[in-house]
């Protein structure tokens, strides 16, 4: 199994939360306006699909597919004249690794990333870093990792792991290479597929919904309006 495309990430940076600095102002606060309820489709490649839904009772639902990336949210949405605001509720709860025992083995050294249910899990970034200030990177298999040959270099020290493609940081975990060659994560998913917005601005352009990330804007057109420019 490949690495899952970078593409999709880049797709899921043009709608990551916007930092505190570049977010809209949370000055005038409006009720919900009847003007900004609807669907809105975000437009793009034939890779990416995200729809925005704001209802008139003041919540709203979001999903997202884009290649090997699915999110998905609901929660509270206001506007100010400027833009549309949104937040997740219920808050997502992060997802995060656990490391197990470590163990010793034949061969070199090893690591596996398995789900809770204890079924190896592909893609997990991972780096390893080493006593003598080295660093090495990759990424897990279903059989998990195995770290190239090092005969005659210094003992790994640390290792890192985190799954980028949907914005997880990295964690990081202490290495004892007397304890064992052979490491064992668990990766605890919580909501790792609830986008968390939190008063995440999207500007209002039109019958558009402008949203800023570091991919870059994304737009979300409201479903009357691509309707009527079609008629």
Known sequence: MTKPTILAALCLAAVGALP??????PAPSAAPA??????????GGPDTVSVLELGANGRFRFMLSAGAVD???????????????LTTQPRPVPAAFTAGAPSHGDGPFHVLVADPQGRGLAGIDLRVGFADGG??????????????????????AWIEL??????????????????????AFTFVPNDFQVFDFDNQALDISGTSLIIHGPGGDGTYVREAARATSSN
Do not use: C, K
């Open 20 to 25: 505190a600095s570049a977010q809209t102002a």
């Open 34 to 43: 009847n003007a900004l309820v609807g669907t809105y489709r975000l437009q």
């Open 71 to 85: 999110f998905h949210a609901e929660g509270n949405w206001r506007s100010t004249p400027r833009a549309v605001i």
């Open 135 to 156: 660093v090495v990177e990759g990424y897990t298999q279903d059989d998990g990792w195995t770290l190239p040959d090092r005969r005659g270099r210094a003992a790994p």
């Open 162 to 183: 985190a799954l980028a493609m949907y914005n997880i940081p990295p964690q990081r975990f202490p290495i004892d290479p007397a304890a064992g060659n052979r490491l």
